[in-house]
C-alpha cells in the first residue's frame, strides 16, 4: 500500500466522523434542532461532497493507468463511500421528520 493513496481516503473518514458526531451530538441533547448537529452535518455534506471528488479523480487517474493492478483502490474508494452516504440519508431523514 502506497501512502498517498490512503490519504485519499482520508475525506471518506472525515465524513463519517462528522455525521456520527453529529448522531452523537444528537443523542446527547435529545433534539435534532440544534446549532452543533447542523455545523456538523454541514461539515459532512462538505467532506462528503470532497470525498466524491476525490473517488472521481482517483477512478480517472487509476483507469488512465491501466486498471489490472490499481483496482483494488477503486473498490476501496467504491465502498469508502458507502457508509457516509448512509449517514447522510440517515442525518436527513432525520431532520426531515
Excluded: C
Excluded at 458526531?21 to 454541514?42: C, K, Q
Excluded at 490499481?70 to 465502498?79: C, E, G
Aim: glycine share 10%.
Amino acid at each position: 500500500m502506497s501512502v498517498p493513496q490512503i490519504w485519499l481516503l482520508l475525506p471518506h473518514a472525515l465524513s463519517t466522523g462528522s455525521f456520527g458526531a453529529a448522531f452523537a451530538w444528537m443523542w446527547h441533547v435529545g433534539t435534532n434542532r440544534s446549532e452543533p448537529d447542523l455545523y456538523l452535518g454541514i461539515a459532512g455534506f462538505a467532506t462528503l461532497a470532497l470525498a466524491l471528488i476525490v473517488s472521481l479523480g482517483a477512478m480517472f487517474v487509476q483507469v488512465r493507468k491501466g486498471i489490472g493492478r490499481t483496482w483494488p483502490w477503486t473498490l476501496a474508494h467504491l465502498a469508502g463511500l458507502v457508509p457516509p452516504l448512509a449517514l447522510a440519508h440517515n442525518w436527513m431523514a432525520n431532520h426531515i421528520a
